[in-house]
């Protein structure tokens, strides 16, 4: 940016003024739109296409069976994955 005679750099402007970069906005946008998504009732059109492009597990596949260690389950999970299974 030229100012007044000045050749003022983008990252300057960015660190006196305290704003976010654009990529950090559009990174927050996009995250709070996925939440939002990711609420939607099941019927809803947008969820189905988010399921389409993320595999999003139940409130059931997210709680760990009661005394398990859950590195385990996801190790064995992940294995299963691997190998077809």
Known sequence: MYAGGLI?????????SG?????????????SLFGHVARLDPRVPAHDALRLTVEVPTKAER????GEDHR????TSIAQQGSGG
Not at 72 to 75: D, E, S
């Open 63 to 66: 709680q760990w069976p009661h």
């Open 8 to 16: 003022v750099f983008n990252a300057e402007v960015l660190q006196r």
């Open 19 to 31: 704003l976010s970069t654009i990529g950090d906005i559009l990174h927050h946008r996009r995250l």
């Open 72 to 75: 385990v389950v996801l190790a």
